[in-house]
């Protein structure tokens, strides 16, 4: 099968491409615009694989969009590319409803004229008709549904949408927009809102990098508020072997929620980490004279809060789970262990990308 992935070269679309070229034997076209988030070397290593193809297009270039699927004649598309960070959202709005609704827009419509063209007989040596197997999986975030009640069960598909934030209501739009061509096209769309993703090759603004590479400065770790928020967390390639239950075993026009059955507090999350850095990071954590060590736990800082921060997120996974046979294979400990020593083995990685303009300073504070 070959696949267009937009989005590829991000966090979560860079653990889906090595997923799919390197464990499920697929082919891949990785679209994306490279912006700061999207790192051309998360895939590096697969340079030259014959599986593997880049092209570097701006969604909002419809032109480019349809020359994309002109050119490679995708058999699905697992749309990620997305802005993707709150506090980005709240000091900049407009790249958000430029790239999440003008963006997903103009992709809907390249996959609608594509589609439309697909030949609808079978083909020799082909089970079903390449307009048939065609799909378009838009991929999206537990944050649409706002904010969850300390009591409630967890985000179902059939929660309604409170979208708080630019982000998720730019992410709830596109949402929108991927089921409306689906009902009113015919497109063969399904939809999928993840919770908290963590893991290797995360931009380091978001808080799991923010902490690791923190400790590894000495430098104060920002938790907003008290820390009492609470979010579910799920290891990104449990979530990419989710993506590709979906497209691969989803029944179209649906929508999937996939969570990690990993509610915690942000306070305990950033302690655990300081556990984790305190006991695999090869140098400790010292003082600002460099002289003093410490437990990277003295260094959490609370700050200002967040304008808008719901308080907590949690997925109820049930529907994929007996639809599809899908769960979660990493559990709280054994997920985040792998991530903190990732980020140790990959400190150059890090560098790279902290030194340029950003760093690891707060964002969002308008």
């Not at 070397?41 to 969009?65: H, K």
């Not at 030949?119 to 904010?147: C, I, N």
């Amino acid at each position: 099968m070959k696949i267009l992935v937009t989005g590829g070269s991000g966090f979560i679309g860079s653990n889906l491409v090595r997923l799919l070229i390197e464990e499920k034997g697929e082919s891949v076209i990785n679209l994306d615009k490279l912006t700061y988030a999207g790192n051309a070397e998360s895939l590096a290593d697969l340079s030259g694989n014959p599986n593997y193809t880049f092209e570097q297009v701006d969604l909002c270039d419809a032109v480019a969009l349809s020359s994309v699927f002109h050119k490679h004649q995708p058999d699905c598309v697992m749309h990620l590319a997305a802005e993707s960070h709150v506090d980005r959202s709240i000091d900049g709005p407009g790249e958000f409803i430029q790239t999440n609704i003008v963006g997903t827009f103009n992709l809907l419509q390249a996959s609608l004229g594509y589609w439309k063209s697909l030949p609808s007989q079978v083909p020799a040596l082909k089970s079903q008709p390449a307009k048939e197997r065609f799909r378009f999986l838009h991929v999206s975030t537990d944050e649409v549904y706002g904010s969850l009640a300390p009591d409630a069960l967890g985000f179902s598909e059939t929660t309604p949408y409170d979208p708080h934030s630019p982000y998720s209501a730019s992410k709830a739009a596109s949402d929108h927009l991927a089921r409306a061509w689906g009902d009113t096209y015919g497109l063969p769309v399904l939809v999928t809102n993840c919770s908290n993703n963590y893991g290797p090759f995360q931009f380091p603004e978001k808080l799991i990098p923010v902490v690791i590479l923190k400790c590894l400065r000495g430098e104060p770790i920002p938790v907003y508020g008290k820390g009492e928020n609470i979010r579910d967390w799920l290891y990104v390639k449990d979530h990419a072997e989710a993506l590709y239950s979906v497209v691969t075993k989803g029944r179209v026009g649906e929508t999937y929620n996939i969570g990690g059955n990993n509610e915690r507090q942000n306070i305990e999350l950033v302690k655990m980490i300081c556990g984790l850095m305190d006991e695999l990071a090869a140098q400790p954590v010292t003082g600002k004279l460099k002289t003093e060590q410490l437990k990277a736990e003295s260094l959490i800082t609370f700050v200002t809060d967040r304008p808008g921060h719901d308080m907590r997120y949690a997925i109820d996974p049930t529907k994929i789970r007996d639809e599809l046979g899908w769960e979660p294979k990493e559990d709280f400990e054994s997920g985040f262990r792998k991530t903190v020593k990732w980020y140790l083995d990959n400190r150059e990685w890090t560098d790279r990308i902290l030194s340029g303009d950003y760093q690891l300073d707060r964002l969002g504070n308008s």
